[in-house]
């Protein structure tokens, strides 16, 4: 087949796909591996290749191109990467290339100090590089805005998880807001006449190291095409043929490293796991934040706090960790099902997670709108989390708003995709239950075969074939109902 | 003052500067962090970036700047700057954009393939990439002989030391040729009534690590701006904001490692005292390779093998590695003087080093000019290992012909500059000798700091400033004079 204007944008995109290997993988240098006074250079070059990325976007012949292209006789995958590539250079051609390096230069700036000052609790010297942050993300907003004619905060949420309004975020979560705290007075409830044995350590890092890539290898991660390394920050990195996921550790907490470990490779092995063929096109791509959330969640929340989960390893703890009763498999069940709400997200238990997304949500969207300042976030985060959480974070920016990566980085509007990932996962594993009726006997005895095997036919082979919506909707046979979320918490919680 | 032409050059290599900087950080991890099944994705990347660099330095609107540069009134870093920047663009003109990326992308795959197939000594195997690679650098040197008006190989050997030629190059060497071999022989002779005790290992790599990283401090490695990892290939790469320096660890050896690790700190510490002020512009740049080499040598040769920098570490290899006998000043020092000729040149003793680099120089000059093909270098490595240093490695590719990176790299002509550095720091030595007087004792007493003032008064800070026969006059009162190492050798070997 003929298709010469397709095939010059595939020949543009598998271009700008090779750009971005090498922002992947110097981003991923940068958290993980580079000495402090390798920033100012770094930030500089990944601020080129964000605006080389931007002007390769931008070029005014892709129009021409695009709409040359939408004539020709394309397959249903190439149909794909068209819609991909055109949302790719509309969202470019709306943002004045100065804006585009002023954000990534100031984002690194922020980000960077941010790393000192959260250890330090330096509320205001962080306000100070933070409002620059602010207003090119709201000027970042407007010209988004106003191309694509839907609010500042809905342009940015967009981004991540394409055609997500706050409108709709709205109702998902104003629902969540009425029967969350409810369930989770009635689980501590319950919870507190249990008898729970706290695991003692120290726990050797190196023994948490040979754990957790114990967990890797049982959870499918391919070591020939990935790493696992450290950062203060966790986060799934890299690229496709080479995803590097890294932890942290903690002598005297085994627990969070472990999650974190699922977690993380639940992203990698969607990255690990997209179509081979297609992977320099859009087609290919991972097809949203949220999406790529419900991959981390099915990984932590759906199989690794399942009791059924926690008996398999419950012998790996045991010869990685040292022996110890907490390690049986009832003890380890109840451990990672402990409801107690904290006062960081990371660390939170799987029911008081969405409240802290919820908070950050709604003072994030204020924020991008105008309707706060900056400034107005530590008093706005003190009474949000009394409301949702019932915890007093007044004075502790260091675990209070300073906590997160995404505001110094300039990431707003990424927030939800945690919790509307989650609902995916749930709404997945709901899915999954009708036909595997065996699920948990199966995962008890080590048999996740038929778990992957239906992520990666209704998931991550699907990669950007489809709008988000119909991705879910084949896959599971019904639109996104947060309703399978609140079910699985009920039965795994309350037994009902 | 007000420089048009100059500011645009400037920016331009500014960004040129960033672009680099992504290659520079994704080749090191390829090289000490990327798992396998990454690299075909990594050298695609790479290609893609040596086009584009290619492409900004061809970029026809550069011709008229850098004419009208050379009108403006420029002080004398910027008119160094502009005379790299020239050179820059004529190298790029003269190579099709189609050559470069064919290039990048047949060099990468050959050296990925070199890995395996230097373990398994299949020479015939590596042939059929390698072929491609030579002939791609023939095509290379044609076409930038035909533009400088000199022989292909004198081009190549010109993109890592300006200016140098191989008839000079033939005559110095030839020089060698006629008084080493005798002095290996008298010094053997010498050496072979001597008692040497030989360390008893095995060294756990970890204390190996830890020794090397006690070195690096004091040889005045800055940490907050360098790493130091592993890689099958040891070398010096990153960024001179980040320097990243590689080595590899042999448990029944610490001695590879240790030199290695000086040697590698040598060219860390040149990068990492380039002026900090032009880095962005080519007057910031390391001078050349040979120059590069010249500070490898000069920390593993001139200082790493002198026997009272050998003294004063004495106590360091019996606190890292444990005490014995053999750690003794007088045993290191003869240890680390031993002369006995081998296969591997980069365990090659300093007498031997040059041989090793001879033979590869006459060898790829003879190919690069058409005189010979790929496939006779096994016979001609041979014949030469015989001569030279009496060796037989028939049917040994691994540590014969397929030992190098270079050659599967693309890199021809760069192997003299290992010869040339090393006689650039005798000069340097024996220069620094005649002010520094008490020179051994204050090198035993752990007191680098009048050695290093000098390198970073006379080499490092001179950065690119001037052409590479003028730097060496200015920081010795002469030009090239190859008779400092063979003073230098027979002082050390001989005593004379």
């Given at each position: 087949m003929?298709?010469p204007a ?19 993988i ?16 770094r ?9 080389l ?7 005014p012949?892709?129009?021409d191109?695009?709409a ?8 249903s995958?190439?149909?794909a990467?068209?819609r991909e590539m ?10 004045p290339a100065r804006l ?14 941010w790393?000192?000052q959260?250890?330090?609790n ?5 306000l ?6 602010v ?6 907003a407007?010209?988004l805005a106003q ?7 809905d ?8 055609g997500?309004r ?21 689980v ?6 249990q008898?729970?044995l706290?695991a ?5 890092i ?9 967990l ?9 095409a990935?790493?696992?390394d450290?950062s ?7 690229v496709?043929?080479?995803v ?5 550790y ?12 699922v977690?993380e490779?639940?992203?990698a092995?969607?990255?690990?796991n997209?179509?081979?063929?297609n992977?320099?096109l859009?087609?290919g791509?991972?097809?949203?934040m949220?999406i790529h959330?419900?991959q981390s969640?099915s990984?932590?929340?759906q199989?690794g ?15 990685h ?9 009832p003890?380890l069940?109840r451990l990672?099902t402990?409801?107690k709400?904290?006062?960081i997200?990371v ?7 969405p409240a802290?997304?919820?908070l ?12 706060i300042e900056?400034?107005d976030?530590?008093a706005?985060w ?9 915890l007093?974070?007044?004075?502790n ?10 505001w110094?980085?300039?990431s707003?509007g ?5 919790t509307l990932?989650?609902?995916y ?7 999954m ?7 948990d006997?199966r995962?008890?005895?080590?048999d996740l075969?038929?778990i ?9 082979q699907?990669?950007?074939r489809?709008e988000?919506g119909?991705?879910v909707q ?10 399978h979320l609140r ?6 919680y309350?037994?009902?």
């Amino acid at each position: 087949m003929h298709l010469p204007a397709y095939d010059a944008l595939a020949s543009t995109f598998t271009r700008l796909h090779h750009y971005q290997h090498l922002g992947s993988i110097a981003g991923w240098d940068q958290a993980a591996m580079m000495p402090p006074k390798g920033n100012a250079a770094r930030a500089a070059a990944l601020a080129e290749l964000d605006l080389l990325v931007h002007q390769t976007l931008a070029d005014p012949a892709l129009a021409d191109l695009l709409a040359r292209a939408a004539e020709e006789a394309l397959d249903s995958q190439q149909a794909a990467s068209l819609r991909e590539m055109r949302r790719d250079w509309e969202q470019a051609n709306l943002l004045p290339a100065r804006l585009v390096q002023a954000k990534s230069l100031a984002s690194s700036r922020c980000e960077h100090a941010w790393r000192t000052q959260r250890t330090q609790n330096d509320w205001s010297g962080f306000l100070q590089n933070f409002q620059e942050v602010v207003q090119l993300a709201r000027e970042e907003a407007q010209c988004l805005a106003q191309g694509k004619g839907i609010s500042g905060y809905d342009a940015l949420l967009d981004r991540f998880e394409s055609g997500a309004r706050g409108a709709v975020i709205d109702v998902i979560f104003d629902d969540v807001k009425r029967w969350l705290p409810g369930l989770i007075a009635t689980v501590r409830e319950k919870q507190a006449a249990q008898t729970v044995l706290a695991a003692q350590g120290p726990f050797a890092i190196d023994k948490q190291r040979a754990l957790g890539l114990e967990l890797m290898e049982l959870l499918g991660f391919d070591f020939s095409a990935g790493r696992l390394d450290l950062s203060t920050h966790p986060f799934c990195g890299g690229v496709p043929e080479d995803v590097r996921i890294t932890t942290r550790y903690n002598e005297d907490d085994f627990m969070r490293s472990l999650m974190g470990i699922v977690h993380e490779t639940g992203h990698a092995r969607y990255e690990q796991n997209l179509p081979r063929d297609n992977l320099a096109l859009p087609m290919g791509r991972a097809r949203s934040m949220a999406i790529h959330e419900s991959q981390s969640l099915s990984f932590e929340m759906q199989i690794g706090r399942n009791p059924a989960f926690l008996a398999l390893i419950s012998p790996l703890l045991n010869k990685h960790l040292g022996e110890q009763a907490a390690f049986d498999a009832p003890n380890l069940a109840r451990l990672f099902t402990r409801v107690k709400p904290g006062l960081i997200r990371v660390d939170a238990d799987e029911l008081s997670y969405p409240a802290h997304v919820i908070l950050r949500y709604e003072i994030e969207r204020a924020l991008i709108g105008g309707d706060i300042e900056a400034s107005d976030i530590p008093a706005l985060w003190d009474e949000k989390m009394q409301t949702y959480l019932g915890l007093d974070t007044r004075g502790n920016y260091r675990d209070g708003c300073l906590q997160d990566i995404h505001w110094p980085g300039g990431s707003f509007g990424y927030f939800p995709s945690y919790t509307l990932g989650a609902m995916y996962a749930a709404q997945y594993f709901a899915s999954m239950r009708q036909t595997q009726t065996d699920m948990d006997a199966r995962i008890a005895a080590g048999d996740l075969a038929p778990i992957f095997s239906w992520l990666n036919e209704h998931i991550w082979q699907q990669a950007s074939r489809w709008e988000t919506g119909e991705l879910v909707q084949r896959a599971t046979g019904e639109a996104l109902n947060p309703q399978h979320l609140r079910r699985h918490l009920e039965r795994r919680y309350l037994g009902a």
